[in-house]
Each structure stands twice: as C-alpha cells, then as structure tokens.
C-alpha cells in the first residue's frame, strides 16, 4: 500500500508540473519547459549542491557528469512520471 502511495503522490507531483510548462508555455506563446534541475535549486539549492557534492566526492565522479547531469536537465515532471507509473505497475510480491 506504501508503494502505491508513494506511485500516486509522484505522479500527482508530475501532473503539476506538466500543467505548470503547459501553462507557462500557453501564456509565453513559447514553449517553456523548466528542467528538474532548475525546480530543484528553487525549492532547496543547499540541498542540490550538497548531492552534487556527495555524488562527486564519495560516489564517483563520472556518474555526475555522465547520469545525474542528464536527469537534472530533462523536464521536470518526466523522472517523477517514469518512477511513479514504474511503481504503479511493478507487480505485488506474493505474501
């Protein structure tokens, strides 16, 4: 049930910020997509900077540049739908 939780609130999350770039992009006559690195810096940049850090310090290095890179520039509410709808589908394990 936690699971299906957590798929629903990721996915409502999703749904805000798809209506959000879909507004902006409406009133803008652009299209105007915010990327999740740029909502994260918004809402918590100490937080950003100190998972970079984490990331590059401890980790490795390479995954920065090579992953983490890629999924702070793609749309914001694309990682929350692919997680959410992966979470929403994955099969109940059998008790």
């Known amino acids: 049930m936690i699971r299906l939780g957590v798929a629903a609130l990721l996915l409502a999350i999703a749904l805000i910020w798809l209506g959000d770039d879909a507004m902006n992009s409406?009133?803008?006559d652009i299209l105007a997509i915010k990327p999740?690195?740029?909502r994260w810096?918004?809402?918590h940049a100490?937080?950003?900077n100190l998972f970079q850090a984490v990331v590059q310090r401890y980790i490795w290095p390479g995954l920065w540049d090579g992953a983490v890179v890629r999924v702070l520039q793609s749309p914001a509410w694309l990682p929350f739908l692919v997680v959410g709808s992966v979470l929403m589908?994955?099969?109940?394990r059998a008790p």
């Not at 589908?89 to 109940?92: F, S, V």
């Open 36 to 38: 999740l690195g740029a």
């Open 89 to 92: 589908i994955w099969p109940r």
């Open 26 to 28: 409406f009133a803008g």
């Open 46 to 48: 100490d937080s950003l």
């Open 41 to 43: 810096f918004e809402i």
